[in-house]
């Protein structure tokens, strides 16, 4: 008798390995997938914050991923850095254009200050070559003879000074009345004698000028204003002075435009010499 056989071969159920590896690699797909979207849409956000813009991470992003935002946000860094280097090289640049304009300005005026003043004392030069290039002969013997001319024209007790001034000299006498009065010698000799407004005597008068003293007092002039610098001038004024110890007051000019006052006492005595410089 024939035994009859099921044609179905058994079938062996699956081992929990198999079916829990199947699960765990269909479940992994999608949240991967979602993780991935995730990351990339918080890869665009940025947060601004003290001027740099900062990449926002999600899950799925790596360092790569933030690298490139955060490498690009550190250039910009560098950028505005450079560009304020820049600027402040382009200030100091200008601060030192502009410190070199006002040295250069000063330094100008500076120039223009000297010169200015060259200019002044040849003019001041000019000026005193000219007035002593029109004066008479202003030596000892030459004022002397003026003198006595002005006391002859005028019948006068004596003078009190005697100026050299352009074209002759301007003498004070004072008359036998006790008036005093200007005469001027022109320097051919002829004696103009000048009307006095005031007409009486005066107790205070300066003294009368000894005029053989005036070779010594010319000397003692000079001398004393070359000591101080005044060199190769001449005597242009000679006047007897009242003031208590003061005998003489002479004026000394020097080619330069330099000039003197030197007093002396009644030894001829150097008493003081003020140096006039215009």
Do not use: C, F, K, W
């Not at 690298?67 to 560009?83: F, K, L, N, W, Y």
């Not at 003293?213 to 002075?241: F, Y």
Request: glycine share 10%; proline share 4%; charged share 30%.
């Amino acid at each position: 008798m024939t035994e009859n056989m099921n044609p179905s071969s058994p079938q062996t159920p699956d081992s929990p390995e198999t079916t829990g590896a199947a699960a765990s690699a269909a479940g992994t797909r999608p949240r991967r997938a979602r993780a991935l979207m995730m990351g990339s849409a918080a890869a665009a956000v940025l947060i601004l914050g003290g001027g740099t813009a900062y990449a926002l991470g999600g899950p799925g992003m790596d360092g790569d991923d933030l690298g490139g935002v955060t490498a690009e946000s550190g250039s910009d860094d560098q950028d505005r850095d450079a560009d304020d280097r820049d600027d402040a090289n382009d200030a100091d640049d200008r601060d030192d254009a502009d410190n070199t304009d006002d040295r250069n300005d000063t330094d100008d005026q500076d120039a223009d200050d000297a010169d200015d003043r060259d200019a002044d004392d040849a003019d001041d030069r000019d000026d005193a070559d000219s007035r002593l290039a029109d004066l008479p002969a202003s030596d000892a013997a030459s004022m002397r003879t003026a003198a006595d001319q002005a006391i002859a024209g005028t019948g006068a007790e004596g003078v009190t000074t005697i100026e050299v001034v352009s074209g002759g000299y301007e003498i004070e006498v004072r008359l036998s009345d006790g008036t005093e009065s200007d005469v001027h010698i022109a320097a051919d000799g002829t004696v103009t004698v000048r009307a006095e407004d005031d007409t009486e005597a005066d107790d205070d008068a300066e003294p009368l000028l000894d005029l053989a003293q005036l070779p010594a007092i010319e000397t003692a002039a000079l001398d004393a204003a070359s000591a101080e610098g005044v060199a190769d001038g001449v005597v242009t004024e000679i006047s007897s002075s009242d003031d208590p110890g003061t005998a003489i007051e002479a004026e000394v000019l020097a080619g330069d435009g330099t000039g003197a006052d030197v007093e002396l006492d009644a030894a001829l005595t150097v008493l003081s010499t003020d140096i006039d410089e215009d």
